[in-house]
């Protein structure tokens, strides 16, 4: 049993950490702080969680009694409270970029916010990354479409079978955070597709450093907003160097990902769509068609608040604890 | 650990029946029949069982082991086998509306079938019939609708405060099943809303029966098609016979539901919304609001494929053989 | 041609001002006001409308140049600046609640909001007013549910068959106008159905007062945000003071509405819906079924930004200059 | 005036028709068939026309007295019946694939159907042969796709600048046309992305031929399907011979289609959304970002419907009979 506590618990990512952790059978959740929302009772923000007993907490980070904390924080917040908590030799799991990336600069750069300093970060893929998450102090979760994309891409760039990814991504709205504007107002952006930074989105970098540690590949990123709550389809067009058939492409991912606990290979000829993984921590990666251009097409999904946040959050604390990794995220996606 | 089969599992319900069971520590899931998909893997059907390694197989109700069958089946179809499976001395839970009526008059005119002849069956609505449930054979399903309303309505029949109830619902178009039509086909749906059935709906008579158990009262039905997956909010417009206000009123349905495990009230001035109950087998009650035409309005939600079906079948087979009302069952709703 | 100003163009109700009269043969658009676009083209806040080579410009009342005035302004700014119009001899057309109420106190009851002081407004729903329409110098445009409301109700008071009037409407979230908040946020309202203002609504006491006229009737009134764009269905159930046959209501809603351009009677058996109404200046009219509790369900549908606004407001407009009525609004709906 | 007639008008491309035709100055429909709905009035197939006051007439090609017909017809169907339209001296715009390609092998073997012998078609795309329009007594009417996806490689293409195109469409439900599938089911489409035929799509050959005219350039076309009712959204990836500005670029489309009644130019750092041209002939093209891989990416939208089909088979209809390109089509899309 251990002693766990939510910073910024308020938003949608805080949301599905409770909603999983509150059935973690090896948890306790000791604090889940909202400035905004303290003293209230956590269902009057997450009516989903009737069931849950506890209010929200002021963030007190000097005087914090847990095991591991999950910051659900703002970029450049986390990194002004993550070093604070390590410091009291607690674990975390920061869901923002903050140290998501091998160099200051990149993320300067990207994120327009001048960096606090570097820690020792892991960067939370457990699928790339699992034996160093395992002695992890600090796991950077990664973000929701580098999950969906890396995952999609790796295999190919592993075989050194493609080296140019054009990746168009199709998100829920729920990716862009609770908080409403002009673009998430329903009248604007239900029945619509809506292309945002289409070359210059923060997670291009981040994709391409998860890509190019081998050896650099060109990655172009492109991400749509669509009339979905949860998800993200991406689509990964790129150029195979040899010739291939769908079947040897499937094999391919199938021996990379084998057994992978939520990444499902989708057989070639069957259909990929979003509510296949809605609510879970799976993550679908098929289609494998190959045009006469030599262009393949893989396409993963993932639900972008579970295996795009939260749920990858609470895999990487099930594998930093030693509990099995499906531990409470062992729950079916809800279709249709 | 007890053996469970579905008859018609390839349906919604029956995508719900197994997305629960599968989870279930103490069913094993023996069969689950298709005709049309038999042979064939769940998860061509279901895309988001990857999961679960099993396959559709024919009806054979001749030759069934099992303790329990959930009969998914249409209306007219399960009084055909319902009868040769509780004579192998099998417990049944049926789906369909064959057997919720207790005059098979009412049944013939509201459905316009012949019906096959009564059998001794409880009507599957916990929170009003689980003393009898506990020792039933036979378990009918309550219908979607009724669920939501006569859970709305019940605690003031009790108590005699109102005696005429015009219930206006708006249910999410999986309620329509998994056979697409004309009217649930997502150009004419979506961005819409359709009523239907206006004043003819077969639901009317199964809820006026559960309401008029102690004295008529006035049942007045009206669905709506709303463009929605999952949900069925109910609209009870009621007028009382005595002043109350909407605390009274409140902790009259409190006091009603104590102890109910899937029956949460909504504190009067919260507010109700279809994703509180999304995926999950909760039952949401609030509302409470008094105009100065003394009319009461109170709102329930359910999901209509959980608490509205699968969920409460599931939840009747726990009272059946004494598990945890609560097992399989206990996972928060999914929202946003 | 008469010359056309707009203040407060930036909203919904702005644009689909523009949409019309951007096409109508008889205006000129002189101004569109937004004191936070003003110097801005049109088209960057209506993307829709490329063609409309004109800019914001910020409000100058005291110096307006114009035959007629819409002031699409919120409640409480519409009575600081139409005195000051009517003044300089400008007709107006407020899309306000200003000026819709006989007697203030209602207003200031409902509203909130201390008022400056009545004015003698029509209150401009065609069908019922349309005499008055022609001479008026100020028309109050009603509110948007109390236009489905009131047209859905009006033969059944006219005739005294009914008294009781239980009205359950379901509207487009654009009716919460162009400004992002939580409720309307995307993942909040999405695949989701909520009730707001259950019995508090604000145009509760303007569907009162328009059927109160004659004699006064009982009015129950209460709102659902449903996730559309565009619409209102609005149900009214009541009970019948003598038999009817479905055929014989129909009928009196026939005669009631003949010769009207823009009421549509459905007969009875057909399907109404919102997409039979989206984008254009319609009110559909049908249902008329009635149960054996004497309760008749009568339903209308408007596209709220239309008829139950902008829409609405031309037609007063055209009645008010002589045009024919359907000038500019003769578009069919956009369905699918 | 000329008279027109519609063979295939009940489905939504007819829909679309009717609604245009009808509001034309200068057309009178003298026929809409439907083998299904004949002797029934319109607008029980299609609830938004109330006021056209026409019936469904049944084929009856040997007997057509029209000056141009629509032949709204199913692939495979057009061959059969235009033939003997156009002997009878009256022009047609087919809607179906049956007439587009230069060469019958490859209809052939895309659409898998045996080609009844060529006819001299022009390729109704009036933006590139406006003038061969003129004068086409056939005009095969576009796919939706092409229709977007040419009109925004067309300038690259012209400019020699690119002839590497990936092209990820994104469509509206209703292009699937109005008969419900599987696929098109609500609960199956909402909320939700679906891809299908990613690399075998037949429209992949059409935009293969129109952009490889002067010279052979690679076309990879992938398309999924989107929860909105209306709209492709194409996202056309390319990699740019040159160094290019993306105001050069923005130039580049500017001056191509110059004077263009139905194209828009959105400027680079301006959203493009499937809103803005909801129910209108429009085109979009924007975007125009250029990323460091020198991958430019350029975006068009279009309704399906529209521009993508029944609006631009009118708009050839407008130059075949040398009316203004814009009469009955000069209608603003509906936003939000």
Redesign the interface.
Known sequence: MIDVGIIGASG?TG?ELL?FL??HPKVEIVAATSRKYAGKPIN?V??????LELEFSDVDIDNIDADLIFTATPHGASMKIVPMILEQDIKVVDLSGDYRFDDIETYEKWYGIKHEGPLDAVYGLPEIYRDKIKNAKLVANPGCFPTGAILACMPLVYEKLAE?F?I?S?T???GAG?????V?????????????N???HRH?PEIRQELSREHPV???F?P?L??????I?T?V?TFLKEDLTPKELESIYAGFYQGEPFI?IIEEG???????????N?C?IG?F???D?R?A?I?STIDNLVKGASGQAIQNMNIMFGFDEKTSL???????
């Open positions: 949608y949301g909603r509150s059935k009057r997450h009516p989903h969680l009737q069931d140019t054009i168009d199709k829920g709205v729920s609770i908080k409403p504007t002009s998430t107002h329903y009248p604007n952006c239900s029945d619509n597709v809506i292309p945002y289409v070359t210059d291009t060109n990655v172009s492109t749509h669509v009339p979905v709550i949860r998800g389809l689509t067009h499902k069957e259909m990929l769509r979003l509510s296949a993984v809605r609510g879970s799976e679908h289609c068609e190959i045009d251009n262009r097409v396409i062992d729950i079916p996606a809800v279709h249709p």
